[in-house]
T-cell receptor, first 113, second 113 residues
Framework: GQQLNQSPQSMFIQEGEDVSMNCTSSSIFNTWLWYKQDPGEGPVLLIALYKAGELTSNGRLTAQFGITRKDSFLNISASIPSDVGIYFCAGPNYGGSQGNLIFGKGTKLSVKP | GAGVSQSPRYKVAKRGQDVALRCDPISGHVSLFWYQQALGQGPEFLTYFQNEAQLDKSGLPSDRFFAERPEGSVSTLKIQRTQQEDSAVYLC???????????FGSGTRLTVV
């Protein structure tokens, strides 16, 4: 079935650094979604991508829809402490209804000690 | 209300006990979703309602899980005869019809002992 693989699983950031993470799948997706989840909260949608090759920004966040439609990338520029959290990629579960999304396992961002 | 409200925030149940988890969606939101998030994992789809109609329940893991939304507003997820593997955060999300702009609640953390 459809699966989303995120890497890295976790990373440490120092304030001001740029951060990159990605999401890959063995099957094609027509929509890619990136969410952030803070501890004790539900995921919040950051960016939605609908077209292969699309590059979309939301403030310091930039996401790209890979041209193969089997991957997507999220970059955070000039990270700040509030960027800490878990970032999930997600896409529609084809064969399921609207709202039936598949999520990756997440990339956890922590502050470098 | 301003956001999706879930109650209780925390629930401890003894194995074999029945539990009921409540979701108050954003007023006027037609679509409502339930997801299950195990520790260290991404959310997994359980079920989807459009108004009072349950259009997709393909993610419910067993017949012990039952969801309803009788008046097209508040929804309840019921788990009968809870098992340890049911321990997870249960997330509810709502949206206006169409698109992926769901708003997630903060979830109910269920611990089965």
């Amino acid at each position: 079935g459809q699966q989303l693989n995120q890497s890295p699983q976790s990373m440490f950031i120092q304030e001001g650094e740029d951060v990159s993470m990605n999401c890959t799948s063995s099957s094609i997706f027509n929509t890619w979604l990136w969410y952030k989840q803070d501890p004790g909260e539900g995921p919040v949608l950051l960016i939605a991508l609908y077209k292969a090759g699309e590059l979309t920004s939301n403030g310091r966040l930039t996401a790209q829809f890979g041209i193969t439609r089997k991957d997507s990338f999220l970059n955070i520029s000039a990270s700040i402490p509030s960027d800490v959290g878990i970032y999930f990629c997600a896409g529609p579960n084809y064969g399921g209804s609207q709202g039936n999304l598949i999520f990756g396992k997440g990339t956890k961002l922590s502050v470098k000690p | 209300g301003a956001g999706v409200s879930q109650s209780p925030r925390y629930k401890v149940a003894k194995r074999g006990q029945d539990v009921a988890l409540r979701c108050d969606p954003i007023s006027g939101h037609v679509s409502l979703f339930w997801y299950q998030q195990a520790l260290g994992q991404g959310p997994e789809f359980l079920t989807y309602f459009q108004n009072e109609a349950q259009l997709d329940k393909s993610g419910l893991p067993s017949d012990r899980f039952f969801a309803e939304r009788p008046e097209g507003s508040v929804s309840t997820l019921k788990i009968q005869r809870t098992q340890q593997e049911d321990s997870a955060v249960y997330l509810c999300a709502s949206s206006t019809q169409g698109g992926y702009g769901y708003t997630f609640g903060s979830g109910t953390r269920l611990t089965v002992v």
